[in-house]
């Protein structure tokens, strides 16, 4: 059964940590981009989400929020994750994820370059 609650580190080294994961599936935690990200102004920053019931399917599916807390600066960013949970027939646990980061734009006319 694939759970997500506990410590996840990625290939660029991020780790995310789930802390709470209700019977509901939701969860929440903490974020922590890695040094592949080159960003040191980034500080740990509260994540929230839901996973599929892992009772109900073998690898089940998720996603997440991260609203990026950032060292003296005002600017916002939030990252939406989608992904889903397999386990390996050794009974290791991975995460496959896709990413959408949104900084806020000024103005309509700068939308076009807010989200990567």
Known sequence: QC?????????????????VLSKDGRFSGSY???PAAGNSEILTSPLE?????????PHPTFSFIVHWQL??????????????CYTGTNGEETLHAL??????????AEDWKATR
Do not use: H, I, K, N
């Open 3 to 19: 759970l997500l609650s506990g410590s996840w580190r990625s290939d660029t080294g991020c780790r995310m940590v789930v802390s």
């Open 32 to 34: 922590l981009p890695g």
């Open 49 to 57: 989400g839901s996973q599929q019931d892992g009772r109900l399917v």
């Open 71 to 84: 060292r003296d600066s005002d600017a916002t960013r939030t990252t939406a994750f989608l992904g889903q």
């Open 99 to 108: 990413w959408l980061l949104r900084e806020a734009a000024d103005s309509p």
